[in-house]
């Protein structure tokens, strides 16, 4: 049995429900252990509280220093990182080596991040000086997501401590191995007990830690959850909120792009990490005639040549899905399409050596009536033929989301109009649509976030500004109506 409560710095037995986590590629049991039970929640958000009170006084060096440090520590564990991501989620070894490397790349992005977007400023003026400063909020409860596990909690929890905040964090239960790494990691680095503080659990855990004490909520996930921690906060502006929540995300490929090119990047915004992106391409939008035509063939035969295996086999794209549940999902979504009047030019199936593995599926689904529009978290790629531009802006713009989207096109007009016409955060030319760059801000409006981006504008929801007007001695004020 694994412990499952961090408070104070250190671990102990969890006293709620015992729950398991299975390795997707194999059936594995790679975790084991009890939830954090209501009141573990309640007691590491008092740790966190108290913690509060001496970290945020401390200078921005210090804490600037334990951070780098951490990321020292973060670079020493790389393999250990990447095996226990992949083992818990099924990601293919050499992305999980990736989500190491950008979990110590993600410390001095921070660093830059706050220093130009939540840092000092000073100015003399007449009566004295102005002055510009940045507060923390206190508390922060960090969800993290299944599909990058280390790298977006990291995410939060980064910019919220150089901030001076301190936080809870709590791993999704499909993927709860790499936040003892976290931990180890922190502390080795310096991070004082009760900086960061860990209750790992299912909803019960996540439920407690939402009903606590706490000044802010940061969240990667899925758009039911995020409207739902939305709801629970209502008419409590004195909580931060900042939450990004996936995409029904488009791709425009249009003529004179070449058909290979506009294949290979349309395959890997569809199906990179298994489609487990939340910026990954969900609908391709084609033109009508000869050549979507020859596009959705090259992407059926990248669909069909993909190679698929075990997080630790040479040579693969794509591992299993985090789950047989997250499979069998994919198959009912499938079938939905279909049923409504798609055309499967390439099924997923779920295939035979069973767990979370599928093959990619690409669906057409331009004929088709009633399909919603929801985000499915696996390799499903729905394509959609159109007859003119203005016609493929109009449906890639049709969804309640805005995440991420993109044009492959060799004309510059073409872009023009889509630059200025897509709604989406992530807007991407001739690039997959599947990642993005961590100096730039991440996230879209609509249903996709509450318009607090995280990446490189996280130190914006980390810290509130605080400006001031000073002046060394009090003068008498001289105003219209003042008494002489």
Known sequence: MTEGVYVDGAWQSGEGEVFRNQCPATGEIVWEGAAASADQVSAAVASARRAFAHWSR??????????????EEIAKRTDAIAETVSRDMGKALWESRGEAATMKAKVAVSIAAQVERAGSKFAKVDFGSSHLTHRPHGVMAVFGPFNFPGHLPNGHIVPALLAGNTCVFKPSELAPGVARLMADAFEAAGLPPGCLNIVHGGRGAGAALLDTDI?????????????FFHRHFAGRPEVILALEMGGNNPLIIWDPADVDAAADIAAQ??????GQRCSCARRIIL???????QVADAIVARAEGLAIGAWDEDGIFMGPLVSERAALNAVEFQDMLLAKGGKALRKLEHLPRGGGFVSAGVVDVTG????????????????????????????ANATKYGLSGGL?????????????ELRAGILNRNRPTAGASGNMPFGGPGLSGNFRPGAYY??????????SQVSDVAVRMSAQGFPK
């Open 408 to 420: 492959i096109s060799d004309d510059d007009a073409l872009w023009v109009q889509a630059h200025t």
């Open 287 to 293: 033109p009508e005639g000869k050549w979507g035509d």
């Open 269 to 274: 915004s569809a199906f990179l990490t298994t």
């Open 58 to 71: 401390l200078p921005q060096g210090d804490r600037t220093t334990i951070l780098e440090r951490y990321a």
């Open 458 to 467: 996280a130190a914006d929801y980390c810290a509130w500004p605080q400006a």
């Open 368 to 395: 088709a009536q009633g399909i919603p529009d929801e985000e499915l978290f696996g390799p499903v790629m729905q394509i959609v033929r159109v007859p003119d531009f203005d016609s493929a802006i109009a449906r």
């Open 215 to 227: 000044d802010g909520l940061l969240f990667t996930g899925s758009a039911a959850t995020g409207v």
